[in-house]
Structure formats: structure tokens, C-alpha cells
């Protein structure tokens, strides 16, 4: 029985997030530059987003640019962004292809105005693509987003719009990038690193993780059904009992 026969298309995870780690290690293996590996990585995007659209997966969240990345050298963070821009130039075509929303999260205004405008473009493009949302997660911190959201709604709370009494979840949830999305089901990681990386910090609350020693660069469709196989074999119990889920 192949990988893909033995997913449950009835429980699949409504939103998957991939933190896409392995790019650099990637092309030291093989004696290139970095810059090398996150060209190959771009390729593991494009084969992971096309998979999950057509397994039925309704979110697809990927951490392509942490608020930390910005601390790497220079000619790094240029080419990532070079990269960023040709990626949505050419991917377009694929997204329209698959039906697939763009959206994207984090502190945007501090991207190049090329990644902003062309993010800008394929998000106004793809916006009545209903199949599957792709979310991107440029320049973001999960600490920096909740931090926005906390100051978000202390003014609205000086401004007498909301009063203190009524703010819970739902309200904290609303003021954070992520507030059309649906709580993360699954985080998968590759590279073998077992850590979450200030990402979504809010969101994963319930969520399951898997991870893979497979570099990003390496990550194919199979890999992606074993981590949903994985997924499907969790009980997912929400802090109540065995008994009260069954
Ligand atoms: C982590 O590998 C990867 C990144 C910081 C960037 C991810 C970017 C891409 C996959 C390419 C462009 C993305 C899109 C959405 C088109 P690393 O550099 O930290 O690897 P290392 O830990 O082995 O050094």
C-alpha cells in the first residue's frame, strides 16, 4: 500500500504549519553556498504547497523569514529576498493552477519594497482562490505578534472601545496576524531540530508536532504523508480523558 493510500482524507489536519529548517547544513553537505541550498528549498515549497492542495489540506502555514533572520549576513538576507521575489513572480501560475490563496503574516513593512509589492500583487491575484490558503510567514516573530496584539487592544481599551471585562480569546485571537486562520493541528520541522523558534506561539496551544531529520531541501511528498500518517495516529484529547474522546 503506497503512503498516500493510507492518509484518512477525513481527518486531516485543517491547518499545517512547516518550519523549513536545513537549507544552510543542505549545501555544506555538498560544498556549495547556502544561498544553494535555499534554491533547492524553494523546490521543497513548491512540491510541498501542490501535495497538500491536493490532498485537501485547507491551511498550509511556512516559515520562510523569522524577525532572528534578520541577523544573518547581508548577502544571505539579500538572496532570500532575491529569492522571495522570483519565487512569487514564478509561482503565481501555480498557485492560480491550484486554486491557492496567498496570504501572508509578520512585520511586513520591514521587507524590501520589491517583496512587499510583488507579495502585495499574488495576494490581490490569488484572492478568490478558495481550495487551499497559503500562508507566509515573512519577517515574523510570534512574541512581536503578540506584543502587537496586546498594545492593539490597551488602546482600544484608552479609547473606551472594548472594555477590560470583555477581552478574552477570541478577542486576543482577533488582534494577531493570524486572525482569519484556524488554530495550528500540526508542526512539522525538518532538520532534526527539536525546538519551535518563537513561531506561533498562540496558535500551536493544541497542536501536534512531528519531526524529521530530513533536511528542507530534501523534503519531499512522501516525507509530507508520513508526517500526516504520524498525525493520524495521535489521539488528539484537548485536555479531556481517552474515554470522553471515544
Ligand atoms: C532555514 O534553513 C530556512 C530559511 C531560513 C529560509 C527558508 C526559505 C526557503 C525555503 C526559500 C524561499 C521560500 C519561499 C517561501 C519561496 P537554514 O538556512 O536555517 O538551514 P541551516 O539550519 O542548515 O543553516
Not at 58 to 80: C, D, G, H, I, M
Not at 174 to 201: A, C, K, M, Q
Request: aromatic content about 8%; hydrophobic content about 35%; proline content about 2%.
Amino acid at each position: 500500500m503506497s503512503l498516500l493510500n493510507k492518509i484518512n482524507t477525513d481527518n486531516l489536519p485543517t491547518h499545517l504549519a512547516i518550519i523549513m529548517d536545513g537549507n544552510g547544513r543542505w549545501a555544506k553537505q555538498k560544498g556549495m553556498l547556502r544561498a544553494f541550498g535555499h534554491e533547492n528549498g524553494t523546490k521543497s515549497v513548491r512540491t510541498t504547497v501542490e501535495a497538500c492542495a491536493r490532498l485537501g489540506i485547507k491551511n498550509l502555514t511556512l516559515y520562510a523569514f523569522s524577525t532572528e533572520n534578520w541577523n544573518r549576513p547581508k548577502l544571505e538576507v539579500e538572496t532570500l529576498m532575491k529569492l522571495l521575489i522570483s519565487s512569487l513572480k514564478k509561482e503565481l501560475a501555480t498557485l492560480e493552477k491550484n486554486d491557492i490563496k496567498l496570504n501572508s503574516i509578520g512585520n511586513l513593512d520591514h521587507l524590501p519594497k520589491g517583496v512587499q509589492k510583488e507579495l502585495q500583487e499574488v495576494i490581490e491575484k490569488t484572492k478568490n482562490n478558495t481550495r487551499m490558503t497559503l500562508t507566509l510567514a515573512l519577517s515574523y516573530g510570534s512574541r512581536e505578534e503578540i506584543l502587537n496584539a496586546v498594545k492593539k487592544i490597551s488602546d482600544k481599551v484608552k479609547n473606551n472601545i472594548i472594555s477590560i471585562d470583555t477581552i478574552d480569546e477570541s478577542i486576543l485571537n482577533n488582534h494577531l496576524y493570524t486572525h482569519d486562520l484556524p488554530d495550528v493541528d500540526l508542526v512539522v520541522r525538518t532538520s532534526g531540530e527539536h525546538r519551535i523558534s518563537n513561531f506561533l506561539l498562540w496558535q500551536i496551544a493544541y497542536a501536534e508536532f512531528y519531526f524529521t531529520d530530513v533536511l528542507w531541501p530534501d523534503f519531499t511528498e512522501e516525507h509530507l504523508y508520513e508526517a500526516i500518517i504520524s498525525y493520524q495516529k495521535r489521539e488528539r484529547r484537548f485536555g479531556k480523558t481517552s474515554e470522553q474522546i471515544q
